[in-house]
C-alpha cells in the first residue's frame, strides 16, 4: 500500500498498465516489480530504524516465510495434489486480483 496507493495510475505504479499493453506482459510485469518495489520500501522502513533488511521485522521476509509454510503444511497434508490445487488456485486468485 505504500507504493501502489502513493503512486496508483502513474508510470511509477508497476500495478498499473500501459496502454495497449497485452494482459500477458501486464501480469509479468506488475508481478515481478511490485514484488520487488515492495522489498526496497521495507528496506527503506527498516534502513530509518536501523534495522537490518534481512531481519526477522523485515514484513516482507515473514510474508515469503508465512507463504511457504502455507505451501509446506499444505504438501504435509494433502501432498502433491493438493500443493498443486493450492498453488493453482493462489495463481488464478492473483491474476484476477491483478486483472481488475
Aim: no cysteine; glycine share 4%; net charge positive.
Amino acid at each position: 500500500n505504500r507504493g501502489h496507493h502513493r503512486h496508483v495510475a502513474t508510470p511509477l505504479d508497476p500495478a498499473t498498465s500501459r496502454k495497449n499493453q497485452m494482459i500477458y506482459t501486464f501480469w509479468i510485469r506488475s508481478t515481478v516489480l511490485s514484488w520487488w518495489h515492495a522489498w526496497v520500501l521495507e528496506a527503506e522502513r527498516l534502513k530509518k530504524k536501523s534495522i537490518p533488511a534481512f531481519s526477522f521485522q523485515n514484513q516482507m521476509l515473514r510474508f515469503q516465510l508465512v507463504q511457504l509454510a502455507y505451501l509446506a503444511l499444505v504438501y504435509a497434508g494433502f501432498g502433491f495434489t493438493g500443493l498443486w490445487v493450492a498453488v493453482a488456485a493462489a495463481v488464478f486468485g492473483f491474476l484476477m486480483l491483478e486483472t481488475v
